[in-house]
């Protein structure tokens, strides 16, 4: 890596911490801002402010917490989505192939049909984030063979449990009567952050964060398997079968804690690496960390754009996501032909 | 100097601060809503169905705003009389918060997050329940009167929409029998036992083809069932162009022709917003199916 990727990195830092600041100063509520500003610097112990504490509620704890768990997801999904096309060598891999995010569906529809989960603010959470977990657990079982974990059957055993999964919560879907439960259902799975606060930020920081840091204790790794494959990494001393176990951990524990709290969000761990390779290039060294800012930024924005954009409609995440995603996707598609030759 | 290793270092330095400021900031914590002397007087319907028994409640001016369906007359049976309050919503805790009320009246099926962070943050919400029969529809009415302080309104609208529903009842109680009635909505849905629209027929006498084939709450019914079940009397809820073509469709689907009551023209469509409605509304649904069902009954009254 040189002076330049190191740069780069260290400006996508500035630009998010710019953009959870813009973000969190607009909104719905038109706040002044020099009222933005004394609510800001009236953090300091020896300031106070003279703002409406409304006003300083709306910015401090319905606004920020929200901008700050939609940088988490987005970091984490981007990131996981960077070491998921790296232990696959598959520029398509996403977060969400070895079921974790129909895991926390399933987990999801299961909670919000008990009807309390608005009683107790860690059910929801809680039921997904166990459904992710025991989804990725079943494709772990199932693709471990003796001595290799081979990665074709580890995307079959992802492929097969999602799809199980989904079965599953459609089904369940169909049988209820509750006809607002297929709506809150429905945006649940669309994505979405309207009221996450503080609560749900505290939740997912320390398993995000965490994990977050443990990956990008194996960028060298990353980068030898992406470069010459297993055989070769294998012979260079790496562990595969033991990387790929500590990674998939890695990488499921903060997708399950992220899709918990926000939803299915499509495209960002598909997009995001992407984008920064293009900027960063393909070392992980800068690249995961590149990969987790860069998701950070895009889904603080997308965020903001569900809420200001169409205030009175339900627009969600996922949606927003997918518009930017999908036309970014073909884009991909379109330069891979170009030079296959098509 | 810039290198990889004091990048990194940096990044965790701030992620460590970032999870000490984020576990050690003061949270709102359930903030005990200040008591409020009296009925709230700043009163936010988030939902359709409290925005239209609300505004036969209380007095316009402690309600300060309706869901944003409220204006679509196509949905609300109260499109005239939202555009008079000054402000319409969603569920979204910033633009609720924002209005600075003293009562959220939500709906089932509200995100439980957006109620738990108004709540977290001293704003009393009130969710009203499921709504299954015609009972549901008055208790709810009833609470809601209680928890805007208008109990003796509450009891009044319950009791004139009980007087109606009497009314409507002494007319069909004479009438020979009572038709077997499928009520269709697009999608496919029919509602069975435990439902509004079940209540609603047995109110007007007649018989509901989805109970009777033991079907629970709303479910889908398959055009096949229709035929071998021979339906007396097709209701539509008439609601949009779509309901509209739907409406052709049935009368004109070469398959349903032996079907009775498409034989008879007994294909009927009334606005789905007297229908599926959970406010006291629904009786005007009852009245008008009634005199559907049972024309000779109702002959010689006015056009409503």
Aim: glycine letters at 10%; aromatic letters at 8%.
């Amino acid at each position: 890596m040189d002076r330049l990727q190191l740069r780069w990195l260290l400006f996508l830092l500035l630009l998010l911490g710019v953009s959870v600041g813009l973000t969190t100063a607009k909104g719905i509520v038109v706040i002044p801002l020099k009222d933005i500003g004394s609510i800001f610097f009236s953090q300091l112990p020896w300031l106070s402010s003279h703002v409406d504490p409304r006003m300083e509620a709306i910015v401090l704890h319905i606004r920020l917490p929200r901008v700050l768990v939609a940088a988490l997801v987005g970091g984490g999904l981007g990131l996981s989505g960077a070491v998921m096309q790296a232990l696959f060598r598959n520029g398509l891999a996403d977060p969400g192939i070895l079921g974790v995010s129909s895991g926390g569906a399933l987990g999801a529809v299961i909670a919000l049909s008990f009807g309390f989960a608005s009683e107790h603010i860690f059910f929801l959470p809680g039921m997904a984030f166990l459904g992710s977990l025991a989804a990725v657990s079943l494709v772990y079982l199932l693709a471990s063979q003796r001595g290799a974990m081979p990665l074709s059957v580890l995307l079959l055993s992802g492929l097969a449990v999602s799809a199980l999964l989904s079965a599953l919560t459609s089904l369940l879907l169909s049988l209820t009567r509750n006809l607002f439960l297929l709506r809150e259902t429905l945006f649940w799975l669309m994505g979405g952050l309207e009221g996450r606060g503080w609560e749900h930020l505290r939740i997912i920081a320390i398993p995000v964060c965490v994990a977050s840091l443990l990956l990008l204790a194996f960028s060298r790794e990353l980068n030898i398997l992406i470069s010459s494959g297993e055989e070769s990494a294998r012979t260079l001393g790496i562990h595969t079968k033991r990387l790929t176990q500590i990674l998939l951990v890695l990488t499921s524990l903060i997708t399950g804690a992220v899709v918990s709290v926000s939803g299915v969000i499509g495209f960002v761990g598909l997009v995001v690496p992407h984008v920064m390779r293009l900027i960063l290039g393909p070392d992980h060294r800068v690249l995961l960390q590149g990969s987790f800012i860069g998701g950070a930024i895009f889904l603080v924005w997308s965020d903001y754009f569900t809420r200001t954009l169409f205030p009175l409609e339900e627009v969600r995440l996922g949606i927003v996501t997918s518009f930017v995603g999908v036309p970014f996707f073909l884009y991909l598609l379109h330069r891979e032909r170009r030079s296959l030759g098509w | 100097m810039l290198s990889g290793k004091t990048v990194n270092l940096l990044l965790f330095l701030l992620v460590f601060l970032f999870l000490f400021w984020i576990f050690t900031v003061p949270l709102p914590s359930h903030v005990r809503p200040a008591q409020i002397i009296g009925p709230p007087q700043r009163i936010v319907s988030a939902n359709l169905r409290s925005d239209e028994v609300l505004l036969s409640l209380v007095n316009r001016e402690r309600l300060i705003a309706v869901s944003h369906l409220s204006l679509d007359p196509s949905l609300s049976n109260v499109a005239e009389e939202a555009k008079k309050i000054p402000h319409k919503v969603k569920v979204d805790p910033e633009m609720i918060y924002g209005l600075k009320p003293d009562l959220v009246v939500v709906g089932e099926g509200s995100s439980p997050d957006a109620i738990n962070q108004l709540r977290a943050l001293g704003i009393a919400v009130f969710k009203t329940t499921r709504f299954d029969s015609l009972a549901d529809i008055q208790k709810a009415i009833l609470d809601l009167g209680k928890a805007v302080g208008e109990e003796k309104n509450a009891e009044a609208l319950v009791s004139t929409a009980q007087r109606r529903l009497r009314r409507v009842g002494e007319r069909v109680g004479r009438a020979q029998r009572r038709p077997l009635v499928l009520y269709y909505s697009t999608g496919g849905y029919s509602g069975g036992r435990g439902t509004v629209v079940d209540d609603v027929i047995r109110a007007a006498s007649g018989r509901n083809l989805a109970a009777e084939k033991g079907i629970n709450g709303y479910k889908k019914l398959s055009l096949e069932a229709l035929v071998m079940d021979g339906p007396e009397v097709i209701l539509l809820g008439e609601r949009s162009e779509r309901e509209k073509l739907l409406y052709q469709e049935v009368l004109s689907h070469s398959g349903l022709k032996q079907v009775k009551a498409v034989r008879e023209k007994r294909v009927y469509a009334i606005p789905s917003r007297y229908l599926v409605t959970s406010s006291h509304y629904i009786v005007e649904g009852a009245e008008r199916l009634a005199r559907l069902l049972h024309p000779a009954l109702f002959s010689g009254d006015p056009e409503s």
